[in-house]
């Protein structure tokens, strides 16, 4: 079995930041792609920043320049450093995975990690 876990959500006021981290435990031969997604209350799951293991990224495009998704080469784990947050970014943050196990590759989503930003 493979989890992922996501840390470093929390409470922060309009205007400050959060990193959010994602780290992916069990059996498995590589992590290849992974992503971060968001889902407001309410409102459908959505791309908020993508990056391979070779580390090309692609980010939603209304994030560019506030939010940075990065990981060390091909290694666990991926982070989401968040900038200047305003209360629309308020979600539940998921990170994604494509694992290479069993000569297969399955894709996997965290439990979530709240973010909350405050006006």
């Known amino acids: 079995q493979v989890q992922l876990v996501e840390s470093g959500g929390g409470l922060v006021q309009a205007g400050g930041s959060l990193r959010l981290s994602c780290a992916a435990s069990?059996?498995?031969?590589?992590?290849?792609?992974m992503g971060w997604y968001r889902q407001a209350p309410g409102k459908q799951r959505d791309l908020v920043a993508t990056?391979?293991?070779?580390?090309?990224?692609n980010y939603e495009d209304s994030l560019k320049g506030r939010f940075t998704i990065s990981r060390d080469n091909a290694k666990n784990p991926v982070y989401l450093q968040m900038n200047s947050l305003n209360p629309e970014d308020t979600a539940v943050y998921y990170c994604?995975?494509?694992?290479?196990?069993?000569?297969?590759?399955?894709?996997?989503w965290g439990q979530g990690t709240q973010v909350t930003v405050s006006s």
């Open positions: 994604n995975a494509d694992v290479s196990r069993l000569g297969l590759t399955f894709n996997y």
């Open positions: 069990g059996i498995f031969v590589r992590v290849n792609a």
């Open positions: 990056i391979t293991a070779t580390g090309i990224t």
